[in-house]
């Protein structure tokens, strides 16, 4: 139903449309839309710090994205163990409640 795959540089557009979109609903916040793509760029040229991943209809062509989820690391000395933190997750509210972040979810789970 859903290709869950690895985000790559040309998907920072929608990347930045997606987390422009998740602060607008979540916290009425408008944020800034140069930092947001400077911000994508960065975590996709360092995997060291996290990653994006994304979910695409399948059933569609040309596939269209419609969910993101982020990845970052962090390692805990009192655990001596990474942890990987599920962040900057959203959904296009079509898509919403159709199984695209379990998905997601499923896929980073594996």
């Known amino acids: 139903m859903f290709v869950i795959r690895p985000a790559t540089v040309d998907d920072v557009q929608r990347i930045v449309e997606f987390n422009a979109a998740m602060a607008l609903e ?4 408008r944020l800034d839309i ?10 996709l040229a360092h995997p060291e710090y996290g990653f994006y991943i994304m979910a695409e209809t399948s059933a ?3 596939r269209t994205a419609v969910g993101q989820l982020m990845i970052t690391f962090e390692w805990s ?8 933190w599920v962040q900057s ?4 509210p079509e898509w919403r409640c159709r199984g ?7 896929h980073i789970a594996a």
Do not use: I, K, S
């Open 89 to 92: 997750v959203y959904v296009t």
């Open 77 to 84: 000395d009192w655990r001596n163990g990474a942890f990987w």
């Open 60 to 62: 569609e062509a040309p």
């Open 26 to 29: 979540t916290e009425q916040r």
């Open 34 to 43: 140069a930092r947001l793509r400077e911000g994508a760029r960065a975590l």
């Open 100 to 106: 695209v972040y379990r998905a997601m979810h499923e």
